[in-house]
């Protein structure tokens, strides 16, 4: 009704309606291994790919979110593959790749606000392929960031038809939710009135279990070796350079 549209005025049927967003999210959360599995091997290598498709495919979290109806798995699908887009932004710079990052964060924002935060991805990746931090404010740089926008605001529309009818409305509620999620509800005053370290320790002895627990130990002790081991490595080849 916001966009205009004829629509039947009955209610749809609540399973029916259940059903099909869970399946909806199933597929998107089993597409998403494949998309995991793209970044690692444009990025690294095949190993890389292989292995960061198989942290996801057996992750609890992503398991878990994946038999909900909620708008957790889009979100995160569409984050990712705009996290994917600006790597290939990184190593190609292609406008095609401005185009799809745009259009996928902003899927991203429409299902979860706050997955909008993947936006981030691309422009950091248009800055950090420059070779020299002044060519950011070139003619070629500032073309595509303009891309980038235009691409991002179209899709805004596109993902969000109610902007089109109701801009103020909408725009006012997307302000509302920043503002309850930064809040800092739930705390006491004293600890609002600490400084970010203490708010830190705070989070992390109530989240760090939670975390640990949706990670599993398991998982977090192969990748603390895992690093351990690249260092390792790095230290070794850095040793036999300089001796050899």
């Known amino acids: 009704s916001l966009t205009g549209i004829p629509y039947e005025d009955t209610w749809p049927d609540t399973m029916a309606l259940y059903w099909v967003t869970r399946l909806f999210n199933v597929f998107l959360a089993t ?12 990025s690294f290598d095949e190993r890389a790919g292989l292995l960061a498709a198989w942290f996801l495919a057996l992750s609890p979290v992503d398991m878990s979110c994946a ?8 979100a995160g699908f ?8 600006a790597m290939r932004i990184y190593q190609r710079g292609r406008n095609m790749d401005y185009v799809l990052a745009a259009l996928f964060g902003m899927c991203a924002f429409a299902a979860k606000y706050n ?19 002044y060519d ?10 303009i891309l980038f926008g ?3 605001i179209a899709a805004l529309f596109l993902t969000i038809p109610s902007m089109f009818t109701h801009a103020s409305v909408v725009s006012q509620d997307i302000v509302q939710f920043f503002r309850h999620v930064s809040s800092g509800r739930r705390l006491s005053a004293e600890l609002k009135e600490a400084g970010m370290g203490a708010r830190f ?3 992390m002895e109530r989240n760090g279990p939670i ?34």
């Not at 038999?67 to 889009?74: A, F, I, K, N, V």
């Not at 569409?78 to 887009?85: K, S």
């Not at 997955?115 to 931090?133: I, K, S, Y």
């Open 115 to 133: 997955a909008g935060m993947a936006m981030v991805a691309p422009m950091a990746a248009h800055v950090l392929r420059q070779e020299r931090w």
């Open 136 to 145: 950011v404010f070139n003619a070629e740089s500032f073309a595509k960031l």
């Open 31 to 42: 597409l998403l291994i494949w998309i995991v599995y793209r970044i690692g091997r444009e």
């Open 211 to 244: 975390l640990v627990h949706i990670l599993s130990p398991a998982l977090i002790v192969v990748a603390l070796a895992g690093m351990a081991g690249i260092l390792t490595l790095q230290q070794l080849s850095e040793f036999l350079y300089f001796q050899f």
């Open 150 to 152: 235009v691409t991002a």
């Open 201 to 203: 320790l705070f989070s």
């Open 78 to 85: 569409f984050a990712t593959v705009c996290v994917l887009y």
């Open 67 to 74: 038999h909900l109806e909620s708008g957790d798995t889009t």
